[in-house]
Protein backbone atom coordinates (compact mmCIF):
# COMPACT_ATOMS: atom_id res chain seq x y z
CA UNK A 1 0.00 0.00 0.00
CA UNK A 2 1.58 3.22 -0.89
CA UNK A 3 2.52 5.40 2.34
CA UNK A 4 0.02 8.32 2.51
CA UNK A 5 1.10 12.11 0.77
CA UNK A 6 2.52 14.47 3.62
CA UNK A 7 1.46 17.25 2.85
CA UNK A 8 3.03 20.68 4.80
CA UNK A 9 0.31 23.33 4.67
CA UNK A 10 1.32 26.86 3.98
CA UNK A 11 -0.54 29.22 6.94
CA UNK A 12 2.33 31.18 8.07
CA UNK A 13 -0.42 34.10 7.06
CA UNK A 14 -2.95 33.65 9.19
CA UNK A 15 -3.85 35.61 12.62
CA UNK A 16 -6.91 34.00 13.80
CA UNK A 17 -9.38 36.89 13.98
CA UNK A 18 -8.23 39.46 11.04
CA UNK A 19 -7.21 37.18 8.13
CA UNK A 20 -11.25 36.98 6.79
CA UNK A 21 -12.29 34.32 4.42
CA UNK A 22 -8.49 32.84 4.23
CA UNK A 23 -8.64 31.93 7.83
CA UNK A 24 -12.55 30.52 7.32
CA UNK A 25 -11.00 28.29 4.11
CA UNK A 26 -8.02 27.09 6.62
CA UNK A 27 -10.30 26.39 9.58
CA UNK A 28 -12.85 24.47 7.88
CA UNK A 29 -10.35 22.72 5.22
CA UNK A 30 -7.77 21.23 7.75
CA UNK A 31 -9.92 18.54 9.90
CA UNK A 32 -11.73 17.42 6.32
CA UNK A 33 -8.16 16.82 4.52
CA UNK A 34 -7.32 15.04 7.74
CA UNK A 35 -10.45 12.62 7.46
CA UNK A 36 -9.03 11.40 4.18
CA UNK A 37 -7.51 8.68 3.75
CA UNK A 38 -4.07 8.52 2.35
CA UNK A 39 -3.01 12.12 3.32
CA UNK A 40 -0.73 13.19 6.27
CA UNK A 41 -1.38 17.44 6.50
CA UNK A 42 0.82 19.21 8.81
CA UNK A 43 0.50 22.44 9.23
CA UNK A 44 3.43 25.15 8.98
CA UNK A 45 1.30 28.29 11.61
CA UNK A 46 3.19 31.30 12.69
CA UNK A 47 3.66 32.61 16.24
CA UNK A 48 -0.07 34.25 16.42
CA UNK A 49 -1.32 31.51 15.71
CA UNK A 50 -0.02 29.09 17.12
CA UNK A 51 -1.21 30.66 20.60
CA UNK A 52 -4.65 29.88 19.41
CA UNK A 53 -4.68 26.53 21.07
CA UNK A 54 -8.76 25.30 20.19
CA UNK A 55 -7.48 26.00 16.12
CA UNK A 56 -7.82 22.79 14.16
CA UNK A 57 -3.77 23.16 13.34
CA UNK A 58 -3.35 22.52 17.57
CA UNK A 59 -6.08 20.11 17.49
CA UNK A 60 -6.46 18.08 14.25
CA UNK A 61 -3.24 18.00 12.87
CA UNK A 62 0.23 18.22 13.76
CA UNK A 63 1.81 21.24 13.61
CA UNK A 64 5.30 23.09 13.67
CA UNK A 65 5.78 26.94 14.41
CA UNK A 66 7.72 28.84 12.34
CA UNK A 67 9.20 32.24 14.06
CA UNK A 68 7.52 34.86 12.52
CA UNK A 69 5.11 37.49 14.12
CA UNK A 70 2.36 37.82 10.92
CA UNK A 71 0.87 40.47 11.66
CA UNK A 72 4.21 41.89 10.32
CA UNK A 73 3.78 41.96 6.46
CA UNK A 74 7.43 41.68 6.52
CA UNK A 75 8.09 39.00 8.53
CA UNK A 76 4.98 37.16 6.52
CA UNK A 77 6.75 37.51 3.49
CA UNK A 78 10.23 35.72 4.70
CA UNK A 79 8.34 33.41 6.86
CA UNK A 80 7.24 31.86 3.24
CA UNK A 81 10.22 32.31 1.50
CA UNK A 82 12.53 31.11 4.12
CA UNK A 83 11.14 29.15 6.83
CA UNK A 84 8.50 27.50 4.92
CA UNK A 85 10.55 25.53 2.54
CA UNK A 86 13.09 24.93 5.52
CA UNK A 87 10.48 23.05 7.99
CA UNK A 88 8.44 21.53 5.17
CA UNK A 89 11.83 19.90 4.18
CA UNK A 90 12.52 18.93 7.93
CA UNK A 91 9.12 17.74 8.32
CA UNK A 92 9.82 15.16 5.17
CA UNK A 93 7.07 16.51 3.38
CA UNK A 94 6.19 15.42 0.00
CA UNK A 95 4.26 18.35 -1.18
CA UNK A 96 3.79 21.93 0.58
CA UNK A 97 0.40 23.62 -0.19
CA UNK A 98 0.07 27.29 0.35
CA UNK A 99 -3.82 28.71 1.49
CA UNK A 100 -3.31 32.00 0.73
CA UNK A 101 -2.48 32.95 -3.14
CA UNK A 102 1.37 33.58 -2.26
CA UNK A 103 4.03 30.92 -1.45
CA UNK A 104 7.39 30.00 -1.67
CA UNK A 105 8.96 31.26 -4.90
CA UNK A 106 11.68 29.24 -7.08
CA UNK A 107 14.08 29.68 -5.65
CA UNK A 108 12.95 29.30 -2.35
CA UNK A 109 14.11 25.12 -2.50
CA UNK A 110 12.10 22.73 -0.71
CA UNK A 111 9.43 20.30 -1.91
CA UNK A 112 7.61 20.55 -4.82
CA UNK A 113 4.15 23.00 -4.15
CA UNK A 114 0.80 23.93 -5.01
CA UNK A 115 -0.87 27.30 -4.13
CA UNK A 116 -4.63 28.11 -3.85
CA UNK A 117 -5.25 31.46 -5.68
CA UNK A 118 -8.35 32.82 -4.36
CA UNK A 119 -8.68 35.82 -6.60
CA UNK A 120 -6.31 38.64 -8.43
CA UNK A 121 -7.66 41.57 -7.03
CA UNK A 122 -4.27 43.13 -7.52
CA UNK A 123 -4.67 42.52 -11.70
CA UNK A 124 -8.70 43.38 -11.78
CA UNK A 125 -9.54 45.40 -8.91
CA UNK A 126 -6.08 46.85 -7.91
CA UNK A 127 -7.56 49.47 -4.93
CA UNK A 128 -8.35 46.20 -3.35
CA UNK A 129 -6.18 46.58 -1.60
CA UNK A 130 -4.17 49.50 0.45
CA UNK A 131 -0.21 50.98 -0.12
CA UNK A 132 2.56 48.31 -0.65
CA UNK A 133 0.00 45.55 0.59
CA UNK A 134 -1.41 46.09 -3.58
CA UNK A 135 2.66 45.90 -4.76
CA UNK A 136 3.43 43.06 -2.50
CA UNK A 137 0.75 41.02 -4.16
CA UNK A 138 1.47 42.31 -7.86
CA UNK A 139 4.91 40.76 -7.24
CA UNK A 140 4.08 37.20 -4.60
CA UNK A 141 1.21 36.21 -6.16
CA UNK A 142 2.44 35.81 -9.55
CA UNK A 143 6.12 34.06 -7.94
CA UNK A 144 3.79 31.67 -5.85
CA UNK A 145 1.98 30.86 -9.27
CA UNK A 146 5.10 30.27 -11.47
CA UNK A 147 6.81 27.88 -8.11
CA UNK A 148 4.11 25.90 -8.51
CA UNK A 149 2.88 22.55 -9.72
CA UNK A 150 -0.51 23.32 -9.77
CA UNK A 151 -3.06 26.14 -8.90
CA UNK A 152 -6.00 25.52 -7.16
CA UNK A 153 -8.85 28.30 -7.48
CA UNK A 154 -11.74 29.16 -6.38
CA UNK A 155 -13.91 29.37 -9.28
CA UNK A 156 -13.73 28.86 -12.55
CA UNK A 157 -13.59 33.51 -13.25
CA UNK A 158 -10.55 33.30 -11.26
CA UNK A 159 -9.12 30.39 -13.08
CA UNK A 160 -9.86 32.25 -16.25
CA UNK A 161 -7.91 35.27 -14.39
CA UNK A 162 -4.90 33.56 -13.82
CA UNK A 163 -4.66 32.17 -17.32
CA UNK A 164 -5.32 35.61 -18.63
CA UNK A 165 -3.06 37.81 -16.01
CA UNK A 166 -0.29 35.31 -15.33
CA UNK A 167 -0.13 33.23 -18.28
CA UNK A 168 -0.66 29.58 -16.77
CA UNK A 169 -1.61 27.17 -18.56
CA UNK A 170 -5.38 26.16 -17.83
CA UNK A 171 -4.63 22.18 -17.25
CA UNK A 172 -2.77 22.99 -14.54
CA UNK A 173 -5.50 24.89 -12.31
CA UNK A 174 -7.86 22.80 -10.59
CA UNK A 175 -11.53 24.81 -9.48
CA UNK A 176 -12.11 23.71 -6.32
CA UNK A 177 -15.46 25.89 -4.84
CA UNK A 178 -16.20 27.46 -1.42
CA UNK A 179 -18.12 26.28 0.89
CA UNK A 180 -19.59 27.27 4.59
CA UNK A 181 -20.87 26.16 7.64
CA UNK A 182 -23.57 27.62 9.75
CA UNK A 183 -23.43 27.70 13.05
CA UNK A 184 -25.88 26.87 15.72
CA UNK A 185 -29.32 29.36 15.08
CA UNK A 186 -29.48 29.30 19.05
CA UNK A 187 -26.61 31.15 19.17
CA UNK A 188 -27.89 34.22 17.40
CA UNK A 189 -28.73 37.26 19.78
CA UNK A 190 -32.76 38.01 19.77
CA UNK A 191 -34.03 40.43 17.23
CA UNK A 192 -35.49 43.55 19.75
CA UNK A 193 -31.84 42.62 21.89
CA UNK A 194 -30.20 43.30 18.65
CA UNK A 195 -32.52 46.62 17.05
CA UNK A 196 -32.40 48.43 20.64
CA UNK A 197 -28.74 47.82 21.41
CA UNK A 198 -27.60 48.85 17.54
CA UNK A 199 -29.88 51.54 17.32
CA UNK A 200 -31.91 49.71 14.11
CA UNK A 201 -35.39 50.93 15.62
CA UNK A 202 -38.40 49.18 13.59
CA UNK A 203 -36.77 50.07 10.11
CA UNK A 204 -36.37 46.78 7.74
CA UNK A 205 -32.43 46.06 7.41
CA UNK A 206 -30.80 45.44 4.05
CA UNK A 207 -27.67 43.78 5.11
CA UNK A 208 -24.54 44.48 2.66
CA UNK A 209 -21.26 41.58 4.28
CA UNK A 210 -19.10 43.69 2.00
CA UNK A 211 -15.81 44.42 3.03
CA UNK A 212 -15.19 48.51 3.53
CA UNK A 213 -12.77 48.26 0.21
CA UNK A 214 -13.08 50.32 -2.59
CA UNK A 215 -13.74 47.17 -5.18
CA UNK A 216 -16.72 46.11 -2.76
CA UNK A 217 -18.52 49.34 -3.87
CA UNK A 218 -20.55 50.22 -1.13
CA UNK A 219 -20.82 53.83 -2.59
CA UNK A 220 -23.02 52.47 -5.50
CA UNK A 221 -25.20 51.06 -3.06
CA UNK A 222 -25.59 54.32 -0.95
CA UNK A 223 -26.34 56.06 -3.85
CA UNK A 224 -28.99 53.35 -4.84
CA UNK A 225 -30.10 53.60 -1.17
CA UNK A 226 -30.52 57.52 -1.25
CA UNK A 227 -32.50 57.00 -4.19
CA UNK A 228 -35.42 55.48 -2.73
CA UNK A 229 -37.81 57.75 -1.11
CA UNK A 230 -37.14 58.28 2.49
CA UNK A 231 -40.32 57.11 3.78
CA UNK A 232 -39.87 53.02 2.32
CA UNK A 233 -36.19 53.71 3.00
CA UNK A 234 -34.74 50.63 4.48
CA UNK A 235 -31.45 50.96 6.75
CA UNK A 236 -28.52 49.66 5.34
CA UNK A 237 -26.07 48.09 7.86
CA UNK A 238 -22.88 47.25 6.40
CA UNK A 239 -20.75 45.51 9.51
CA UNK A 240 -17.21 44.11 9.83
CA UNK A 241 -14.04 45.64 10.86
CA UNK A 242 -12.95 49.49 9.83
CA UNK A 243 -10.55 50.31 6.57
CA UNK A 244 -8.87 53.40 5.62
CA UNK A 245 -11.90 53.29 3.14
CA UNK A 246 -14.32 53.70 5.79
CA UNK A 247 -14.39 57.65 6.30
CA UNK A 248 -14.87 58.18 2.77
CA UNK A 249 -17.95 56.05 2.93
CA UNK A 250 -19.06 58.05 5.65
CA UNK A 251 -18.42 61.40 3.68
CA UNK A 252 -20.41 59.82 0.63
CA UNK A 253 -23.44 58.68 2.97
CA UNK A 254 -23.71 62.14 4.54
CA UNK A 255 -23.38 64.14 1.16
CA UNK A 256 -26.36 62.23 -0.06
CA UNK A 257 -28.04 62.89 2.50
CA UNK A 258 -28.60 59.37 3.71
CA UNK A 259 -26.08 59.28 6.69
CA UNK A 260 -28.72 58.42 9.17
CA UNK A 261 -30.02 55.48 6.69
CA UNK A 262 -26.50 53.99 7.19
CA UNK A 263 -24.45 51.77 9.62
CA UNK A 264 -20.87 50.86 10.57
CA UNK A 265 -21.60 49.04 12.93
CA UNK A 266 -17.86 47.33 13.27
CA UNK A 267 -16.76 44.47 14.33
CA UNK A 268 -19.56 41.68 15.83
CA UNK A 269 -19.18 38.82 17.69
CA UNK A 270 -20.69 35.59 16.02
CA UNK A 271 -23.95 36.44 17.82
CA UNK A 272 -24.99 39.43 16.65
CA UNK A 273 -23.74 38.96 13.56
CA UNK A 274 -25.80 35.60 12.99
CA UNK A 275 -28.74 37.95 14.64
CA UNK A 276 -28.39 40.27 11.67
CA UNK A 277 -28.79 37.16 9.09
CA UNK A 278 -31.76 36.70 11.22
CA UNK A 279 -33.59 39.67 11.40
CA UNK A 280 -32.38 41.38 7.50
CA UNK A 281 -35.08 41.68 5.22
CA UNK A 282 -32.40 41.07 2.22
CA UNK A 283 -28.85 40.77 1.70
CA UNK A 284 -26.99 43.17 -0.91
CA UNK A 285 -23.76 42.66 -2.36
CA UNK A 286 -22.58 45.54 -5.01
CA UNK A 287 -18.95 43.92 -5.75
CA UNK A 288 -17.35 45.07 -8.56
CA UNK A 289 -14.49 41.63 -8.25
CA UNK A 290 -14.89 38.23 -6.45
CA UNK A 291 -13.00 35.81 -6.26
CA UNK A 292 -15.60 33.63 -5.08
CA UNK A 293 -18.07 35.83 -3.08
CA UNK A 294 -18.41 34.08 0.11
CA UNK A 295 -21.06 35.93 1.77
CA UNK A 296 -23.60 35.28 -1.16
CA UNK A 297 -23.14 31.95 -0.49
CA UNK A 298 -23.34 32.53 3.33
CA UNK A 299 -26.85 34.42 2.79
CA UNK A 300 -28.33 31.21 0.23
CA UNK A 301 -27.43 29.18 2.87
CA UNK A 302 -29.36 30.64 5.55
CA UNK A 303 -32.41 31.45 3.41
CA UNK A 304 -31.73 35.32 3.20
CA UNK A 305 -32.98 36.40 -0.08
CA UNK A 306 -30.09 38.22 -2.25
CA UNK A 307 -29.15 40.62 -5.16
CA UNK A 308 -25.73 41.07 -5.95
CA UNK A 309 -23.26 42.39 -8.87
CA UNK A 310 -22.99 40.30 -12.41
CA UNK A 311 -19.53 40.48 -12.44
CA UNK A 312 -16.67 37.73 -11.83
CA UNK A 313 -17.37 34.89 -10.25
CA UNK A 314 -21.03 36.19 -8.28
CA UNK A 315 -23.17 34.89 -11.40
CA UNK A 316 -21.13 31.12 -11.13
CA UNK A 317 -21.65 30.85 -7.48
CA UNK A 318 -25.54 32.01 -7.28
CA UNK A 319 -26.42 30.00 -10.32
CA UNK A 320 -29.87 31.52 -10.64
CA UNK A 321 -30.52 31.81 -7.22
CA UNK A 322 -30.29 35.80 -6.41
CA UNK A 323 -31.49 38.92 -8.33
CA UNK A 324 -28.17 39.82 -10.55
CA UNK A 325 -26.96 43.94 -11.25
CA UNK A 326 -24.70 46.57 -13.22
CA UNK A 327 -22.81 46.76 -10.02
CA UNK A 328 -21.85 50.33 -11.84
CA UNK A 329 -25.56 51.42 -12.25
CA UNK A 330 -27.20 52.63 -8.97
CA UNK A 331 -30.54 52.37 -10.78
CA UNK A 332 -29.71 49.12 -11.68
CA UNK A 333 -28.80 48.18 -8.01
CA UNK A 334 -31.66 50.28 -6.82
CA UNK A 335 -34.43 48.05 -8.66
CA UNK A 336 -32.92 45.13 -7.45
CA UNK A 337 -33.36 46.13 -4.11
CA UNK A 338 -37.16 47.81 -3.72
CA UNK A 339 -37.87 44.37 -5.43
CA UNK A 340 -36.64 42.34 -2.59
CA UNK A 341 -38.39 44.94 -0.11
CA UNK A 342 -41.47 44.99 -1.97
CA UNK A 343 -42.01 41.94 -3.69
CA UNK A 344 -42.59 39.24 -0.91
CA UNK A 345 -43.33 36.36 -3.58
CA UNK A 346 -39.96 36.85 -5.44
CA UNK A 347 -38.52 36.66 -1.58
CA UNK A 348 -39.65 33.29 -0.68
CA UNK A 349 -38.76 32.30 -4.23
CA UNK A 350 -34.86 33.61 -3.88
CA UNK A 351 -34.72 31.80 -0.31
CA UNK A 352 -36.04 29.02 -1.57
CA UNK A 353 -33.47 28.44 -4.22
CA UNK A 354 -31.02 29.79 -2.90
CA UNK A 355 -31.25 26.86 0.21
CA UNK A 356 -30.96 24.47 -2.81
CA UNK A 357 -28.02 26.26 -4.79
CA UNK A 358 -26.25 26.25 -1.53
CA UNK A 359 -26.28 22.45 -1.00
CA UNK A 360 -24.24 22.26 -4.11
CA UNK A 361 -20.96 23.63 -2.16
CA UNK A 362 -19.65 21.61 0.81
CA UNK A 363 -15.97 21.82 2.72
CA UNK A 364 -16.50 17.83 2.15
CA UNK A 365 -16.19 17.97 -1.70
CA UNK A 366 -13.69 20.73 -1.38
CA UNK A 367 -11.40 18.50 0.56
CA UNK A 368 -11.41 15.60 -1.51
CA UNK A 369 -11.05 17.55 -4.80
CA UNK A 370 -8.19 19.64 -3.01
CA UNK A 371 -6.60 15.83 -2.13
CA UNK A 372 -6.86 14.91 -5.81
CA UNK A 373 -5.07 18.02 -6.86
CA UNK A 374 -2.40 16.77 -4.82
CA UNK A 375 -2.43 13.65 -6.47
CA UNK A 376 -1.92 15.32 -10.06
CA UNK A 377 0.97 17.63 -8.45
CA UNK A 378 2.77 14.51 -7.70
CA UNK A 379 1.96 12.57 -10.88
CA UNK A 380 -0.63 10.49 -9.67
Known amino acids: MPSPIRVALNLVYLVPGETGGMEVYARELLPRLAAIDGLDPVAIVNQVAAGDADAPWNTVVESVTAPVDARDRKQWVWGEQRHVPRLATELGADLVHSLASTGPGRLAG ?212 ALLFDPADPEAIRSAVERLLTDEALRDDLRERGLQRAEAFSWERAAEQTAASYRRALGG
Open 110 to 321: GPPRITTVHDLHYAVAPDAHFGLRGLGMRLLVPAAVRASRRIIADSQSTKDDVVAHIGTPAERIDVVHLATTLPDPSIATDEPTLRRRLGFGERPVLLSMAAKRPHKNVEGLIDAIAAIPAERRPLLVVPGYATEHEPALLLHAAARNVRDDVRFPGWLSRADVEGLWRLATAHVFPSFYEGFGLPVLEAMARGVPSACSDRASLPEVTGGA
